[in-house]
């Protein structure tokens, strides 16, 4: 195991690069100054029941993690994931009894408060929104063209429309909106660098980072093209399945 010395300051390293919230990079700080602290139980040679219990409390962590670090689209937040995963995995095989007060209760806050930042980041999030209706689109666009039925009156004309969309330019849309999503997601990057820095513990910073990201999507052609483009997919399917 490294000095605590040495462990305390590669935290400080990793809070400074990844943007970790104060609160999580006090409660690192405090539990790896303190990690050689266990030197009865490394001399017993097997770790205490407390111990063990501590480790499975950090294992539930890290699998409550998952695959988040790896995800591709701006609103998972990946990096600030990566930085969590590193975090829980650490605590998950060498945790200490005494790391499952403070550490344990600021990484679990840290978690619930990132993952509710990042919903609130995914209605401007166009490639996740591409990766949730693609599947319904690609079926869609397979399917062979309806024959068309007796004329609608007035008042059903629309829906009649969306519901006889042909499969071909279903097909298009979906690729205009693969085309366009990386490139709303490009011109919303001010916004995208904001969310993956910004101190989650400081409201106003957060609701200054998600008033800024909806300006940018507003003044995106991109992201007005991706959002037309995802109501007209996931119209025509909603009314084929009906």
């Not at 809070?15 to 690192?28: E, M, N, S, T």
């Not at 990386?182 to 993956?196: D, K, L, M, S």
């Not at 996931?234 to 009314?239: E, K, P, S």
Request: aromatic share 4%.
């Amino acid at each position: 195991m490294p000095s605590p010395r040495a462990s305390v300051d590669h935290a400080v390293f990793v809070g400074r690069r990844h943007g970790l919230v104060p609160a999580l990079l006090l409660g690192l700080l405090l539990t790896l100054a303190g990690c050689g602290s266990s030197e009865e139980e490394a001399k017993a040679g097997a770790p205490s029941k407390d111990t063990v219990a501590c480790r499975h409390q950090w294992k539930a962590l890290e699998d409550e993690v998952g695959d988040r670090a790896s995800r591709r689209e701006p609103s998972a937040l990946a990096p600030r994931w990566n930085s969590v995963a590193a975090t829980t995995s650490y605590y998950a095989n060498g945790a200490q009894a005494a790391d499952c007060d403070t550490a344990l209760n600021a990484q679990q806050k840290a978690m619930d408060d990132l993952t509710a930042f990042g919903a609130r980041l995914r209605p401007y999030d166009m490639e996740l929104r591409l990766r949730l209706v693609k599947p319904g689109a690609e079926q869609y666009a397979a399917r062979p063209r309806p024959k068309p039925g007796p004329a609608p009156r007035e008042k059903n004309k629309r829906e009649q429309a969306a519901r006889a969309a042909k499969p071909s330019d279903i097909g298009a849309a979906l690729m205009t909106f693969t085309k366009q999503a990386p490139r709303a997601t490009r011109q919303q990057g001010a916004g995208w660098e904001q969310a993956r820095v910004v101190d989650l513990a400081d409201n106003a910073a957060v609701a200054r980072t998600i008033k800024d990201l909806r300006f940018l999507s507003s003044e995106s052609s991109a992201y007005r093209a991706c959002k037309a483009l995802s109501a007209q997919i996931r119209t025509a399917v909603r009314l084929a399945r009906s």
